[in-house]
């Protein structure tokens, strides 16, 4: 019997000689198998020209910690950038011509960033916003973001050109513009951002993106935790408090219903986790021993 992608019901009837019957339904998830799993972690506090952070290299650390020892994903498969490791040219590369050349479609992509966001005006941006989002660099220029920074429309272009039909993307950062937080505060800049772009990079054939906070809230680091409050309970959910289900697998759904309840509850309201995209069946991003 072979079995979909996703969840198989199958239904099995069994009469007896007195032509007694009953049926049993059974549910079963089928988790495609995967024949590889890539993933980039980045964690930058370490910045030339923007704000230090204090806990975005521990946050990156300790995913790709559980990345190798608890995914048992092999080490030559998993990058880690940190600080100086992480400038624009690097992560270009990376992303837009290893993972290129690497990931085939039935792989697996995990992408994991922890830093600086940014906003800028743009009157041509795509999102009805009138700005322009990025993700900062080491070597980020807050006063030229357009030529030190990763807009977010290059990185929804880079997520194309990669094969990979199961790919998902974790960030702890914000682009608010408020002061704290893994943000660039922008005196007498506030606006309203649309979350159209978080759509943007998650479109596509198996895209997931997940987010530290609302498009206008602030990813917050919390000294008490030792990591950015989003990333601390994603690592717990991963480590299995959001295995809802009990069945030692940690679900992308389950993971984002873990941390869709605690870290708001953990900031007093004021972050709140997004998540774009979709995939057919269950994701798995984590495994219990």
Not at 205 to 229: C, D, F, M
Request: aromatic share 8%; proline share 3%; net charge neutral.
């Amino acid at each position: 019997m072979s079995l979909e992608k996703g969840e198989n019901v199958i239904r099995v009837r069994a009469t007896d000689s007195d032509r007694i019957s009953s049926e049993k339904k059974l549910t079963i998830h089928h988790i495609e198998t995967l024949r590889n799993i890539w993933a980039v972690v980045v964690g930058i506090d370490a910045y030339q020209n923007a704000p230090q952070l204090k806990y975005a290299v521990n946050d990156a650390k300790a995913f790709y910690r559980y990345l190798l020892e608890k995914d048992k994903i092999p080490p030559e498969n998993v990058i880690l950038l940190l600080d100086r490791e992480a400038n624009l040219k690097r992560l270009r590369s990376i992303l837009g011509t290893y993972l290129k050349a690497k990931a085939r479609k039935d792989d697996m992509v995990i992408l994991y960033f922890a830093g600086h966001g940014a906003t800028e005006r743009d009157v041509m941006s795509p999102d009805g916003d009138g700005l322009e989002k990025y993700l900062l660099p080491c070597d980020a220029d807050p006063k030229d973001l357009y030529a030190s920074a990763l807009p977010m429309r290059e990185i929804s272009h880079i997520f194309h050109r990669i094969r990979s039909e199961r790919l998902i993307f974790i960030v702890d950062s914000c682009y608010s513009g408020a002061s704290g937080g893994r943000t660039i505060s922008s005196p007498g800049f506030r606006a309203n951002i649309s979350e159209a772009f978080l759509d943007r990079i998650a479109s596509g054939k198996g895209r997931i993106i997940i987010t530290a906070s609302g498009a206008n809230e602030v990813s917050e680091e919390s000294s008490a935790l030792g990591h950015g409050v989003f990333t601390y309970y994603l690592l717990q959910g991963l480590e299995g408090k959001a295995d809802t289900d009990r069945d030692r697998l940690i679900t992308v759904d389950e993971l984002y219903g873990y941390v869709s309840k605690q870290v708001p509850q953990a900031t007093g309201q004021e972050q709140h986790p997004v998540k774009k995209g979709a995939v057919e069946g269950r994701l798995v991003l984590g495994i219990l021993q």
